[in-house]
């Protein structure tokens, strides 16, 4: 039964009349304001979907299962996630340099039919609800947390380790070529000068990120976007 305490998905069956083939995707009912429910965005039925309505209809689905430290929120599936890094050193790449940098504590936002999105947090305790996020200090961000990726596309998520990772590389890892737009630092406003912010760090071998160049990220409201607001959202600023 629809409900808004229940977790309800449809399986769509598409026939081409021409090949006879037959594709499957699983579509999320969501709540809809003005139609009580509706389909979600679709995705194409995978292996781990069929493994999961398996150990669904034979009884063997597990209730509970262990949750890595990093991850923050999650649902059962684990298709929309929010997880974290703490401070560390990296490789920041530029079209003809790279640099050993310090970065801040890093939160990823990663849901369902919408882009991975990067902010960054002060301190290194781990995040709560009332965290407030400020613009990733990363090559080509956005202000509402996402990144161009040029050429580079991240495969489908699925909540797996591998999957996180490859997020993270595709954040940190990424070729900075433009700024996008925000300023990823406070003081920076052209391409050139983030490179040359970010070569200082590298040469002077600075250990930890200098919180007070972090700029605020900003929900639409205009008040400071806060780790709560963004779980809410959906991972919609």
């Given at each position: 039964m629809l409900g808004v305490n229940t977790e309800s998905i449809a399986l769509l069956l598409h026939r081409n009349e021409k090949s006879g083939t037959v594709e499957v995707t699983s579509h999320k009912i969501v709540p809809a304001p003005e139609a009580g429910f509706t389909l979600g965005a679709g995705r194409l039925f995978n292996q781990q979907d069929k493994t999961a309505i398996v150990e669904i209809l034979s009884g063997n689905q597990e209730s509970i299962a262990?949750?890595?430290?990093?991850?923050?929120?999650?649902d059962g599936a684990g298709f929309n996630m929010v997880w974290y890094t703490l401070p560390r050193q990296a490789e920041v790449h530029f079209r003809d340099a790279?640099?050993?940098v310090p970065l801040p504590l890093l939160i990823y936002a990663k849901f369902e039919g919408q882009p991975l999105r990067?902010?960054?947090?002060?301190?290194?305790?781990?995040?709560?609800?009332?965290?407030?996020?400020?613009?990733?200090?990363?090559?080509?961000?956005?202000?509402?947390?996402?990144?161009?990726?040029?050429?580079v596309n991240l495969a489908?998520?699925?909540g797996r380790d591998e999957d996180r990772a490859a997020?993270?590389?595709?954040?940190?890892?990424?070729?900075?070529?433009?700024?996008?737009?925000?300023?990823p630092v406070k003081g920076?406003?052209?391409?050139?000068?983030?490179?040359?912010?970010?070569a200082q760090l590298h040469e002077s071998k600075t250990r930890t990120f200098p919180a007070n160049r972090l700029l605020p990220a900003?929900?639409?409201?205009?008040?400071?976007?806060?780790?709560?607001?963004?779980?809410?959202?959906?991972g919609r600023p």
């Open positions: 262990f949750v890595p430290d990093q991850v923050l929120a999650r790279e640099y050993r990067v902010f960054a947090a002060k301190g290194r305790a781990r995040p709560t609800p009332e965290t407030k996020l400020w613009i990733a200090p990363l090559g080509n961000i956005n202000s509402n947390g996402t990144m161009c990726g040029g050429n489908e998520f699925r997020c993270e590389r595709f954040a940190v890892e990424a070729r900075a070529t433009h700024l996008g737009d925000t300023p920076v406003g052209s391409q050139e000068a983030y490179q040359t912010f970010m900003k929900a639409r409201h205009s008040e400071q976007y806060t780790l709560a607001d963004l779980i809410r959202a959906g």
